[in-house]
């Protein structure tokens, strides 16, 4: 399953860059307590937004895991940008806790801006090492316990890098919501 509909929300699974969505209103960063330019996702959003981005950030900056932050698109074609610091997993404790916090923050934020589409890279799954099984659960039900209090945001899209990180979630998915 790749798609899922709960509420009148749609939860969708695509593989592709997240800095490259341009039919969603705001992306999602993995970002780093610095909000600056990194590896991975950090990297890809801000090689693609531009040095404003980091120019806007700075005054956000530091973030604690499971905060959000949002800012402008710059020069990617979303309007927005959420920026959230996934925990690092075996150190900062509780994950689980800090993980469901990025995306219940992020969607809080979503609906504060009333962002009507928005897409999530798999958070804290690459240097922070989170499982991506694990990681996939607990953001499915984060999704899964928030998406009836939602007025706007009427698309959720996970993008995934690869086909192999598709067919976890794709399990994930059906675990969750089918």
């Not at 009836?148 to 945001?153: K, Q, S």
């Not at 192999?164 to 089918?178: L, R, S, Y």
């Amino acid at each position: 399953m790749r798609e899922a509909k709960q509420s009148g929300t749609t939860i969708e699974l695509k593989r592709g860059d997240i800095a490259n969505q341009p039919d969603v209103d705001a992306v999602v960063n993995a970002a780093n307590a610095e909000l600056r330019i990194g590896g991975g996702v950090a990297g890809a959003i801000h090689r693609a937004a531009g040095p404003e981005l980091t120019e806007q950030t700075r005054s956000m900056a530091p973030i604690e895991p499971g905060e959000a932050v949002i800012s402008g698109g710059h020069n990617l074609p979303n309007n927005y940008i959420i920026h959230c610091l996934g925990p690092v997993y075996g150190r900062d404790k509780p994950e689980e806790k800090l993980l469901a916090n990025c995306y219940s923050n992020a969607l809080d934020l979503a609906e504060d801006h009333q962002i009507e589409s928005i897409a999530f890279p798999a958070i804290s799954t690459g240097a922070f090492g989170y499982p991506m099984k694990d990681a996939a659960r607990v953001a499915f039900q984060t999704v899964l316990e928030q998406v009836g209090d939602l007025e706007y945001v009427s698309l959720i899209r996970f993008v995934l890098w690869s086909e192999g990180d598709i067919a976890v979630h794709e399990d994930v998915i059906e675990e969750v919501f089918g």
